[in-house]
């Protein structure tokens, strides 16, 4: 005989949850995707709905952390 026991009952989390990745990670992705498509420009980050604030504060980072991540170290 198969029996079912019911779900245990637990609360809500009184924290909110943290985003993962922080904003300058997620432009430093937006710019790689752009630039994969032949755009990385100001321009295409506006388009994306980043504001001018947040690419002049974040923008210097984000390049140095896409350059980072896109450069693959082939041989040793």
């Known amino acids: 005989m198969i029996r079912y026991a ?3 009952i637990t609360s809500t989390p009184s924290q909110t ?3 993962a990745r922080s904003l300058t990670e997620r432009m ?3 710019l790689r995707e752009e630039a994969f498509s032949g755009r990385g420009d100001v321009q ?3 388009n994306r709905g980043w504001s001018q604030a947040s690419i002049e504060r ?3 980072a984000a390049i140095q952390l ?3 991540n896109s450069t693959r170290q082939v041989a040793r």
Do not use: K, N, V, W
């Open 17 to 19: 949850a943290r985003c």
């Open 66 to 68: 896409a350059r980072r």
């Open 6 to 8: 019911p779900a245990p």
């Open 28 to 30: 430093a992705e937006d």
């Open 44 to 46: 295409s980050l506006q």
């Open 58 to 60: 974040l923008g210097p």
